[in-house]
């Protein structure tokens, strides 16, 4: 059954947290009232229903205790109620009958817990932290990401984004919830929550897909395989693979990515790192080495990039992707995380307008993101044309 008196009076209350009555900043009366309509309380108004009457006791009662006004339709007493008006002078005995804290209450004991978490090393989670605290002190909401009334989902909250900053042991999200929290999934419970932050508060998670994301810190959901193939030889212990015998290549675990050597690469005049698996499969050159991105690259594919280069540094380095802001984004962010001078690979406008007819047209944030990046005058000429033609071309198009 339905609480009338508890609802009535906590969308009151709502309200007048919401107005300026709540900070003592109005300058003007302001009478906080809850209308009776079919959409807010249907129920009054069914004449099936037998609700009617025990409204009716239950605002009489709110009414008695000076927690609200009736104010009767027409002043017929007794008849319908047109709406109720919260009795401010007797706040805290509203916020008592309904069982709640005060928002302002709320509001300095977050500030208090948020305040905790100034000093961690984590950068990301440090900024999140000051624009809530920034958005309390002036009572404004923060529903966006915690809740008031609960600080300590709050503080887990915290403590998660602060670990995940900070790992540096690779391991899978089920792993690194049981060691954390004691709980396999709890971590898969808020884990689109803790991305969402991370893209909002750094400019270079902006365009990473949640695991991706993650992956950037060793938390994996499975196991992270880099794959390559080319004219290179590895040794792995005291085993030597000749990976040009192999025409998918070779797939290597994150966790065992450093235990291999690259014990031949003379032959590699290219080194081609590729953005999706089914371009992977198919591309082959003479003489080069690719690697298998899997869209953004992580920490272990980084690793492995560098291992590359610190070995054949003349080499010539690409990297080819989706003809779309993303893919310019990941070329960019490559060069920019890797230090090493990668170049796109048929990522051009005549590969373009060679394969236009596989094209796919733009959405409103494709167009915002090429027109940002269309700056760069490295890209320039081929986001002019997208642009113009209203088009962008996926990788695995390109044969």
Known sequence: MVQYDRKVLNHLLDTYENSLL???ENKRTIQIDFRFTKTSIPSYFDESSDEYESIHVLMKLLERKKLIRIIWKDNKQDYLIQKVR?????????YQYVGRKPKRGLEEENITLLQKYLDVEAPITVIFIRYLLERLQNHQSVKEYISLENMKETEKFLRACVLVEQNRKPCYIREFSIIHFRDSKYFEQIESRIAKVFRQFSDEYLEMDNLELLAEYGIYRTPNYVYFKGDAGISIGEEIVDLSLLNQGIGISGEDILSIRFSDLSRIKKVITIENLTSFFRCWEEDSL?????????????????????AIPDAEYYHFGDIDA???SILLDLRKKTGIPFMSYHMDLDT????????????????????KMG????????????????IKLEQECII
């Not at 919260?86 to 509203?94: C, G, K, P, R, V």
């Not at 690719?290 to 610190?310: A, C, D």
């Open 290 to 310: 690719f690697i298998y991105l899997g869209g953004y690259h992580n920490r272990i594919r980084r690793t492995l990039l560098k291992m590359v280069y610190e």
């Open 352 to 371: 373009l307008k060679k394969y236009r007819q596989y094209a796919k047209g733009l959405i409103q944030s494709d167009r915002k993101r090429l027109e």
């Open 86 to 94: 919260l009795m401010t002078d007797h706040i805290e005995e509203a």
């Open 375 to 390: 700056k760069e005058k490295e890209f320039c000429e081929v986001i002019g044309f997208m642009l113009e033609e209203n």
């Open 326 to 328: 993303g893919g310019f």
């Open 22 to 24: 709540s900070t003592g």
